[in-house]
């Protein structure tokens, strides 16, 4: 099973160079097309747009591959706790998700408002 993995990884290493030359040229197409028009911004070369793809990233992202790795601790952590909990504990969760979950754009103060005018509470 461990050849085929690296078989995979070999077999898509020279891919990458050519999707980041995909990704800039279509930057550069679509910064050319678009923004000299509407903003009257320069065209810019096809280096220029792997540069500015280079800064989105620093900016906006990393250059790590976690994607919903980054979101694991918390259902790791939840599911630890949900573990730790008894019985009684997890069925009061499981109700107090479900009476403040929405209904059709009720929320759950609406639901107890209701229930207190049913009962004659306000």
């Known amino acids: 099973m461990r050849n085929h993995s690296k078989c995979k990884f070999w077999c898509f290493l020279p891919l990458i160079p050519v999707a980041i030359a995909a990704f800039s ?6 910064w050319n097309a678009l923004l000299p028009v ?10 220029q747009a792997l540069g500015l793809m280079i800064l ?7 250059f790590c591959h976690r994607g919903a ?3 694991r601790h918390f259902g790791h952590d939840f599911r630890n706790k949900w573990e730790t909990m008894t019985p009684e504990e997890r069925e009061q969760f499981m109700k107090m998700r479900n009476s403040c979950r929405p209904s ?3 929320y759950c103060n609406d639901k107890k408002e209701e229930e207190n005018l049913g009962t004659g509470k306000v």
Do not use: E, Q
Not at 25 to 30: A, D, I, K, N, Q
Not at 38 to 47: E, G, M, Q, R, S
């Open 56 to 62: 989105a990233r620093l900016l906006f992202g990393s």
């Open 25 to 30: 040229y279509v930057t550069m197409l679509l």
């Open 69 to 71: 790795g980054h979101h």
């Open 38 to 47: 509407i903003f009257h911004l320069p065209l810019i070369t096809f280096w």
């Open 104 to 106: 059709w754009g009720r």
